[in-house]
């Protein structure tokens, strides 16, 4: 068995702002766009020069809401942050105000909260901005965001918010919890699932390693032997890496003729405030792998509510084959250091997450 060693460089800096098969990288909506001048996203908003107001409740074709129950459309962020503290109850990364807030920071579009409340309480809120970009109503926050869970005091709510949402509207990722706890009330579609690794039976990665079939374990011993022949340095926590990654895993995808969500400026900024905003809710970690004096690799992870999530990555797996296998053992180990119960890989397969990781299913919801 190989043990890791790790050496630390706690150089963090005024930051402003896997890949084997394919990177998790998830690109936006299918496409990234650049957009040429960031003080202009979001002009073509619909009702965007309101900031907050109320809507008729009755005013729903069909859907017959409680009369005691008021529909409010808020657009004014600090408002929108009382109610998400409010309303919310962070059990993943993705429910964290802070996570939400760096892509807002970054796109500039407007928000939408729809807020059902009667005189006495506000009792859900569904949380949206307006994509300019792919002319639709999505997460507050961008459909990167995943694991997503409805903001309500009641489920009964949960469809009265789906049917005054505007349209057209694209919920996506969203979290089993909320799906099932709807049954059949809510016409929810199967979505890309997630893939996550439960650590509280294992010691290190060779107790992983273990459960996995002999050819599959095979795989990953010789990657990793592959790339201990190199001597790799591990080093944690030189945020400085950021731009390496995103040069990194950009050079990757382009050399697959596959379109860098890196592209979009505003999507390399989202993940520097990511960096920036850590510390309020979860915790960031990075991890570089150098190899002779040349950086094969770098990890973005966030630490939150005993899991942690691998958030982004660039691997130079043109100059260092396995290099994606071998990051994938060195986090295993650090994430069972570091005492915690579960790894996630975010969403989608990438063709090779399936192979090694258990599947969650998420759902999506769509109004044309």
């Known amino acids: 068995m190989s043990n890791f060693e790790f050496s630390s460089n706690s150089g963090f800096s005024n930051i402003t702002n896997k890949e084997e098969i394919e990177p998790p990288d998830r690109p936006i909506g299918g496409s990234a766009r650049l957009a040429n001048n960031n003080s202009k996203v979001g002009q073509r908003e619909p ?8 809507v008729d409740p009755l005013s729903f074709g069909r859907l017959a809401l409680p009369k005691d129950i008021n529909v ?12 998400w503290l409010e309303l919310a109850s962070p059990k993943t990364l993705f429910d964290t105000w802070e996570f939400r807030f760096a892509f807002y920071s970054a796109y500039l579009y407007r928000p939408y909260f ?3 409340k009667n005189r006495k309480e506000n009792l859900a809120l569904l949380p949206l901005w307006y994509n300019p970009d792919e002319k639709r109503y999505e997460w507050f926050g961008s459909d990167w965001q995943e694991e997503v869970v409805f903001l309500s005091k009641d489920p009964e709510y949960i469809p009265i918010l789906l049917q005054v949402a505007p349209s057209p ?3 996506n990722a969203i979290a089993p919890r909320s799906a099932f706890l709807l049954g059949k009330t809510v016409a929810f579609e199967p979505d890309s699932a997630k893939y996550v690794l439960h650590l509280e039976k294992f010691s290190n990665h060779e107790d992983y390693l273990a459960t996995l079939k002999k050819n599959e374990r095979h795989s990953m011993r010789k990657d990793r032997r592959r790339i201990e022949r190199q001597s790799p340095e591990i080093i944690i926590d030189h945020f400085e890496d950021y731009d390496s990654l995103v040069e990194i895993s950009k050079k990757r995808l382009l050399e697959k003729n596959k379109e860098p969500d890196w592209l979009d400026p505003r999507r390399i900024e989202a993940f520097r405030r990511v960096i ?4 309020r809710s979860y915790q960031n970690r990075m991890i570089t792998i150098k190899i002779n004096g040349k950086i094969a690799g770098v990890d973005l992870i966030a630490l939150f509510n005993n899991a942690y999530f691998t958030v982004k990555c660039g691997y130079n ?12 053992l060195v986090e295993i180990d650090d994430a069972i ?3 915690f119960k579960k790894i996630d890989f975010l969403q989608n397969n990438y063709t090779w997450k399936s192979r090694w990781f258990e599947a ?3 759902f999506k919801y769509q109004k044309k």
């Not at 797996?317 to 994938?328: D, H, K, L, R, S």
């Open 169 to 171: 509207l694209l919920l």
């Open 360 to 362: 969650v299913p998420l």
């Open 114 to 116: 729809i807020l059902l």
């Open 317 to 328: 797996v043109a100059e260092f084959p396995g290099i994606g296998n071998y990051f994938n």
């Open 72 to 83: 409010e459309i808020i657009s004014d962020i600090e408002h929108c942050h009382r109610l």
């Open 47 to 54: 009702l965007q020069h309101l900031g907050s107001f109320f």
């Open 276 to 279: 920036n905003l850590g510390g």
């Open 337 to 339: 250091k570091l005492g």
